[in-house]
């Protein structure tokens, strides 16, 4: 059997990330927010007061470009840093009311290209594919 990118696993788990990603940013557009931002929010939403150390590993972003994202946020006025305790160089990041008034929002927005995405799939079919790519996660994890 030869192998052919098009058809192989990797090649097709990503290729459906990135339209994943790219249909929900759509759906964000109007809002003002991008799909790295809605991440942020809803971690937060979910976990509030992590430290952008915290926050980066959480989200599998680059602490690097978490510093950026976070002022962009901050400045929409949907999250605030404050100065950790017993460390001046690290912020704990929390959600303003002004942001938690998103979390519904933006769930639903997720749900709603899942929604498109799986059209045609069976609750069964999604369970065994949560399942597997579950397992693939934790095969590499460990490994």
């Known amino acids: 059997m030869s192998f052919e990118s ?3 696993i990797a090649f097709l788990i990503a290729k459906t990330r990135n339209i994943l990603k790219n249909e929900l940013e759509k759906e ?13 929010l809803i971690r ?6 992590l ?3 915290e926050l980066a ?5 680059e602490q690097s470009n978490m510093t950026l994202m976070l002022d962009k946020l ?28 998103l979390y519904a929002l933006l769930v639903d927005m997720g749900e709603h290209v899942i929604e498109r995405a799986f059209r045609g799939v069976s609750e069964q079919q999604k369970e ?8 693939l996660y934790e095969n590499l994890q460990n490994s």
């Open 74 to 101: 901050e400045l929409k006025g949907l999250i605030k840093r404050i100065p950790k305790e017993n460390d001046r160089r690290a912020y704990r990041v929390k959600i303003t009311p002004k942001g938690r008034e």
């Open 128 to 135: 065994e594919l949560s399942h597997l790519l579950k397992t």
């Open 57 to 61: 590993q959480d989200t599998y972003f």
């Open 44 to 49: 937060l939403c979910e976990k509030d007061g």
């Open 51 to 53: 430290t952008q150390k």
């Open 6 to 8: 098009d058809t192989s």
């Open 28 to 40: 964000l557009k109007p809002h003002g927010l991008t799909y790295a931002q809605r991440v942020i």
